[in-house]
């Protein structure tokens, strides 16, 4: 009986999962994610650990809507597309750029058939660049770049940011891409130490004389310390709009925006009035706002010889103080070293330990009374200060107006760039730059980010969800799968409540099984005996008479013998074992009426 209650039991609770995880795996339409349900062979070793991968393709770059754009899917054309430089970094006497790059799929590989470009040096000057498929000029449109940076050993001290280059002679040979190569902007992660850094630089030329200055963008406001430190890949994008307004963003989301013209250092355009240079404080300028009162003297009882402290007259040395035993002595199990030289080390002394006499008294070596408060002491006397009356306030040059200043009302409007660099050093390796972007249209670059980036957030995403997670999203789509689960997971537990607490023999029943079970003799089934049960039961009812008065005034010693009579049975049978049948059926006295 209870061994088909488990069997019901288990079978219910397996249909259940099964019915629960049809559901689930029937959910896979909107996002595309596909179950392998057998292991293929593939050419890139990198992907065989991937079982359930969201559907990628790398994207196509479509004439016309890209100033530039790699996906680094193709090893072949990286080649021809990409300039390593063979330059030296500063000048002939500085290390080579001799950092070694790669086409290559990330250490923990996320989309099927996706590679990167990958710094595989460390402690290296490296660089490569490539020429856009078209100069970006600062006209009527912004500038958008984004690009991703996944740091698959985390970062130390170094950089993983762009250069876009600026258009010239400087720029017309690639291999001699270096450190000086002019550049309009640099953008991108900069770490060294617990100094985190996002960097926005542009370079801005100045209209009067035509020097060039670095103007760096403000910090950011939100942290940034996550992307550098969990080797995830995250999405950097840039946006310089023709109204002057930046926009940088990780991950999609903003993490600091500003103007061109006020959210810089240096500003663009400088102060209109400087100090003068040629203006010097006058040597008899008094700025002190206060001064010793002249007319003040020290009172005649101020003693400055008093000290601030006094030994306590009221103290008196404790009984039992050891004046003539030192607190400290010298080691007498110490021994000199036998490579010590007199000469070299000077003369050996045993060290000091505690004086062991003096950890059973109060106290050793000469008693002196504790200090106390000198109520005589003032200090050294000065005169109070006063007013200044010369006073002429915080002096400050003069302002003149400034000779180089100029008003540049569009900053935007920077120098062309027409190729794009990666100059790097590194204490890290194995930097991976994916999914390069140049554009000046935000669709583009929306879509472009949906299929690379996109896809990669939503594979790492359902890697890290959890089951309560997954199931809510489905049934978001599927309200009816909640009566599913109800059922799936309300039956079992139904059923167990139901046999558990309401499916249980009658004590009249369980009272007959306790009896039978107290002999060693082999005892039939449980639902022998309850057939038992219902044939006695059946014999005495068919006995049964009126009960007369004298049955009704002994109710109690009729079942006190009834009992003794069962339990001499009992007995019986454990004294007895030959009085039980062959067949296994005890025999039963009759019952007295």
């Not at 010889?305 to 009221?314: G, L």
């Not at 200090?371 to 006063?386: D, Q």
Request: proline share 9%; aromatic share 8%.
């Amino acid at each position: 009986m209870k061994r088909w209650r488990f069997n019901t039991l288990l079978l219910i609770a397996i249909l259940s999962s099964c019915l629960v995880t049809i559901s689930a795996n029937n959910d896979d339409d909107d996002d595309g994610v596909t179950v392998e349900a057998e292991k293929i062979e593939h050419p890139k070793p990198a992907y065989e650990s991937l079982e359930s991968v969201i559907n990628y393709e790398s994207p196509v770059i479509q004439p016309g809507k890209f100033h530039f754009a790699d996906h680094f899917d193709d090893p072949n054309i990286f080649d021809e597309k990409w300039v390593k430089s063979t330059a030296k970094k500063g000048d002939e006497n500085s290390d080579k750029y001799d950092g070694v790059w790669a086409i290559e799929a990330p250490e923990n590989p996320i989309l099927r058939n996706d590679l990167g470009l990958v710094l595989k040096s460390k402690a290296r000057h490296s660089a490569v660049s490539s020429r856009l498929v078209k100069p970006f000029v600062f006209t009527d449109k912004p500038l958008i770049v984004q690009y991703e940076v996944q740091l698959q050993e985390g970062q130390e001290c170094g950089g993983s940011y762009l250069k876009l280059l600026s258009s010239g002679k400087e720029t017309t040979d690639l291999k001699t891409f270096h450190d000086k190569t002019p550049y309009t902007i640099m953008f991108g992660p900069d770490k060294c130490g617990n100094d985190y850094k996002l960097h926005f630089i542009f370079r801005h030329t100045n209209p009067l004389n035509g020097t060039i200055e670095e103007k760096h963008a403000k910090k950011p406001k939100e942290r940034i310390e996550e992307a550098f430190n969990d080797k995830k890949p995250h999405l950097y994008q840039l946006v310089v709009r023709p109204d002057n307004t930046y926009t940088i963003s990780v991950d999609h989301k903003i993490v600091n925006e500003g103007s061109l013209l006020t959210d810089f250092t240096p500003p663009v355009n400088p102060p209109k009035e400087i100090d003068d240079p040629k203006d010097f404080k006058p040597a008899n300028w008094d700025e002190r706002e206060k001064i010793p009162d002249p007319t003040a003297s020290k009172p005649e009882d101020w003693d400055e010889n008093e000290p601030p402290q006094i030994p306590d007259i009221t103290a008196n040395k404790p009984e039992g103080w050891l004046d003539d035993e030192e607190e400290m002595i010298a080691d007498p199990a110490a021994k000199k070293p036998d490579d010590w030289d007199a000469e070299i080390d000077g003369e050996w002394e045993a060290p000091l330990i505690p004086n062991p006499i003096c950890e059973k008294v109060v106290g050793c070596g000469l008693w002196s009374a504790p200090l106390v408060a000198n109520p005589k002491y003032r200090g050294k006397w000065r005169a109070p200060l006063i007013d200044n009356p010369n006073y002429q306030g915080k002096w400050a040059p003069k302002r003149i107006p400034n000779p180089n200043y100029f008003e540049d009302p569009n900053p935007f409007k920077m120098a062309t760039i027409s190729a794009i660099g990666l100059e790097l050093w590194s204490m890290s390796n194995n930097i991976l730059f994916d999914n390069l972007l140049i554009t000046d249209d935000y669709i583009v670059a929306e879509e472009w980010a949906a299929v690379t980036y996109g896809l990669k957030r939503k594979q790492i995403d359902l890697e890290s969800e959890t089951i309560v997670q997954r199931l809510l999203k489905i049934t978001d789509d599927k309200p009816w799968l909640w009566a599913v689960f109800v059922l799936a997971g309300g039956l079992p537990i139904t059923l167990f409540v139901y046999f558990r607490c309401f499916n249980k023999d009658s004590p009249r029943q369980e009272k007959a099984k306790a009896k039978a079970k107290k002999t060693d003799e082999v005892q039939p089934d449980d639902e022998e005996v309850e057939e038992e049960f219902e044939v006695e039961e059946a014999e005495t009812k068919s006995t049964s008479r009126p009960a007369s008065k004298m049955d009704l005034e002994e109710p109690i010693t009729t079942l006190q013998n009834e009992d003794d009579e069962n339990d001499e049975d009992v007995d019986d049978i454990e004294t007895n074992p030959e009085s039980v049948p062959k067949d296994g059926a005890r025999k039963r006295k009759p019952r007295k009426d």
